[in-house]
């Protein structure tokens, strides 16, 4: 076995790019094909591929892409969004992993991205290099005759309709940017995003059918100004329809609009369960049905990761729930958000400088991290120890500051595999 020390980690040249893309397949169990190259290829425009070689042999893959996160208040800023992490089961345990984060946070730092993101498929490995997790999902199950939503009472198509996928294409960015704007936790949607999540260009060795599309109109601007995207089994049993329906994406700018959306999708003849995934856990959409408990919770999860690599601009970019200000003591042991700043916030923004004050709250960044969308509370963390009160009424200040009215998130369409019936 060949000594980890002279195992290369760098960037990925185009040479590279079919062993790179065989080495993540096996990683994430998706068989290889030709397509996957391709998908890999054209969607790498604004990315940074990292990969592991032993000797000419891949054994790791690593990429993060310029992303923009929507922090409270509404700015976007600029993040290293991480995806297609990879070690070859035959080379694991060894470090690369560890490797491979520390280059890549090191080059999001000098390129001055301020938070990195990912989703982690396994909750116990990021925390160790100052992750927290920042945003939360739902994922629900509707039943829809307890939804108690008669198909002929609500069937109210007036604002909504079935779209073919060119019409949803045009349409649908549109209306993810006007609600990406307005919602803390969301992540811009590229041009080769909505091509792969519509179906119009298969990611990896995924062979799903196209799925279906309504589109929700305004009704007095006749702008668009929801989306729906879902797939549907015909599923019978004994002369009885069971059809499970899955939403691959729910996204709407107004309540009214989302509402409606639902609705059409547990009307629909023949299906029994809804499935509705990827959703914050303070959605108000069970709260549409005639009886929201029958919309069961089948898991409840971190999502979203974050890391703060930049503290001062990273806090001075969100908008804080009263104007107070906070001395933080932060702990990074890879350095980069270490130091004791000057939180002063205020509902319509906030500046955060590198101070010699008595710090309030002695702060690690995987704590600060799941704080800064304002989906958790200091006084809670502080239990588990990587948050310490210096001040009496600190952490109650930090809660009032940070905490927002309504939980962040991020938004999700379903792409790849995490989408099986039943099976979160
Ligand atoms: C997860 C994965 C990338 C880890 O790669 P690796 O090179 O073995 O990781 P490292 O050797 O650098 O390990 C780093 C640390 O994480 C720990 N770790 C690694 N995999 C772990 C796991 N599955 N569960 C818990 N801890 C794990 C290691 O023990 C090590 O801890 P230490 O720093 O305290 O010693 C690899 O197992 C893999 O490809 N898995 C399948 C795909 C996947 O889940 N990718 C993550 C997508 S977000």
């Known amino acids: 076995m060949t000594d980890t020390a002279v195992i290369d980690i760098r960037p990925v040249t185009e040479d590279d790019l079919p062993a790179w893309t065989r080495t993540w397949g096996n990683g994430y169990l998706r068989p290889y094909t030709e397509s996957s190259v391709e998908t890999v290829r054209s969607t790498t425009a604004r990315d940074r591929l990292i990969g592991a070689f032993d000797m000419d042999r891949c054994v790791g893959t690593y990429r993060s892409s310029a992303q923009e996160l929507t922090v409270p208040g509404g700015a976007f800023l600029p993040a290293s969004a991480i995806s297609k992490v990879s070690v070859a089961g035959t080379h694991r345990r060894r ?3 560890s490797k491979m984060v520390a280059m890549d946070l090191r080059g999001a730092f000098e390129r001055g991205e301020p938070v990195a993101v990912l989703d982690a498929a396994q909750y116990p490995l990021y925390g160790r290099y ?16 307890r939804a108690r939503m008669d ?55 995924d062979r799903r059918s196209e799925p279906f599309f309504a589109l929700h109109f305004d009704p007095a601007s006749g702008e668009a100004d929801g989306l729906l995207c879902f797939n549907a089994e015909e599923t019978w049993g004994a002369m009885l329809p069971q059809s499970p329906l899955w939403i691959r994406d729910l996204i709407a700018v107004s309540p009214r609009a989302e509402a409606a959306l639902l609705r059409y999708a ?16 303070d959605t108000l959409l069970p709260l549409w049905l005639g009886d929201p408990r029958a919309a069961r919770v089948s898991a409840l999860s971190d999502y979203m990761w974050l890391r703060i690599l930049d503290t001062p601009r990273a806090l001075s970019a969100r908008t804080y729930g009263i104007e107070a200000t906070l001395v933080l003591e932060v702990a990074d042991t890879a350095g980069y958000a270490t130091g004791t700043w ?48 210096l001040r009496p009424g600190a952490l109650a200040r930090a809660d009032a500051m940070f905490r927002t009215g309504r939980r962040p998130w991020s938004p999700r369409a379903v792409l790849g595999a995490h989408y099986q019936a039943g099976a979160p």
């Not at 100052?130 to 005759?145: K, L, N, R």
């Open 95 to 97: 470090g690369l992993l």
């Open 130 to 145: 100052g992750f927290g997790p920042a945003t939360a999902m739902a994922w629900f199950e509707i039943d829809v005759h």
């Open 151 to 205: 198909p002929l009472r609500t069937a109210d198509t007036s604002s909504v309709l079935l779209v073919d996928a060119r019409e949803y294409l045009k349409a649908a960015p549109g209306v993810y940017e006007r609600v990406r704007a307005g919602q803390p936790g969301a992540l811009r949607r590229d041009e080769p995003w909505w091509q792969e999540a519509t179906g119009h260009r298969t990611g990896s060795a």
């Open 266 to 281: 547990v009307t629909v003849d023949w299906v029994t369960t809804v499935h509705l995934p990827y959703r914050s856990p």
């Open 342 to 389: 000057l939180l002063e916030g205020a509902r319509d923004g906030a500046s955060c400088t590198r101070t010699t004050r008595t710090p309030d709250l002695r702060i690690d960044v995987r704590d600060l991290s799941t704080l800064y969308l304002g989906d958790d509370s200091a006084t809670r963390l502080s239990v588990l120890g990587g948050t310490e009160e």
